[in-house]
T-cell receptor, first 114, second 112 residues
Framework: NAGVTQTPKFQVLKTGQSMTLQCAQDMNHEYMSWYRQDPGMGLRLIHYSVGAGITDQGEVPNGYNVSRSTTEDFPLRLLSAAPSQTSVYFC?????????????FGQGTRLTVV | KNQVEQSPQSLIILEGKNCTLQCNYTVSPFSNLRWYKQDTGRGPVSLTIMTFSENTKSNGRYTATLDADTKQSSLHITASQLSDSASYICVVSAFNDYKLSFGAGTTVTVRA
């Protein structure tokens, strides 16, 4: 049982490049989400999904796309990387979007855009 | 806007000593409050989850309290160990809302 797996762990991009951050969970969780973590700030929600085929925007969605073709996978795409997207990205999953269920986080992807 | 404020921003304690971290929130209507531990370079890991009806919950040497009336929570670390050095994040969720509101965290450094 691997939990939530994110790849890559580190990435450096040039401005304007695109890339996909991968996230997979093996707990059959309905709810998955992507956050970014910046110094001095709490985690901010980028996009989330309440089940396969369903996605929605969070607090800071601009510049990012997501899809959820399977229960297990929830990739995050950066369309045209900008220095403002330099951050640490976390994927999380929980059994149900409803609360009182524990959220499990991946190890994070540290992204630098130069 | 739902907000979660944590204090202090950082603290240093000697191994074996106790410490208490604070969390104030404005999230409404309140559903639950969570404390997470985040080691450097790792993802957050859940310590406790408390609902409206709970006012204290323990996980080993970690004890969280909740006062839903004053919208305050605290996390008490007893007999600190070097492995307690981490960032502690307070997270609050609103009833019938998927979104979690995160505090900026308190960085705890335990020194021998």
């Amino acid at each position: 049982n691997a939990g939530v797996t994110q790849t890559p762990k580190f990435q450096v991009l040039k401005t304007g490049q695109s890339m996909t951050l991968q996230c997979a969970q093996d707990m059959n969780h309905e709810y998955m989400s992507w956050y970014r973590q910046d110094p001095g700030m709490g985690l901010r929600l980028i996009h989330y999904s309440v089940g396969a085929g369903i996605t929605d925007q969070g607090e800071v969605p601009n510049g990012y796309n997501v899809s959820r073709s399977t229960t297990e996978d929830f990739p995050l795409r950066l369309l045209s990387a900008a220095p403002s997207q330099t951050s640490v990205y976390f994927c999380a999953s929980s059994y149900h979007r409803d609360l009182n269920t524990e959220a499990f986080f991946g190890q994070g992807t540290r992204l630098t855009v130069v | 806007k739902n907000q979660v404020e944590q204090s202090p921003q950082s603290l240093i304690i000697l191994e074996g000593k106790n410490c208490t971290l604070q969390c104030n929130y404005t999230v409404s209507p309140f559903s639950n409050l969570r404390w997470y531990k985040q080691d450097t370079g790792r993802g957050p890991v859940s310590l406790t989850i408390m609902t409206f009806s709970e006012n204290t919950k323990s996980n080993g040497r970690y004890t969280a309290t909740l006062d839903a009336d004053t919208k305050q929570s605290s996390l008490h670390i007893t007999a600190s160990q070097l492995s307690d050095s981490a960032s502690y994040i307070c997270v609050v969720s609103a009833f019938n809302d998927y979104k979690l509101s995160f505090g900026a965290g308190t960085t705890v450094t335990v020194r021998a």
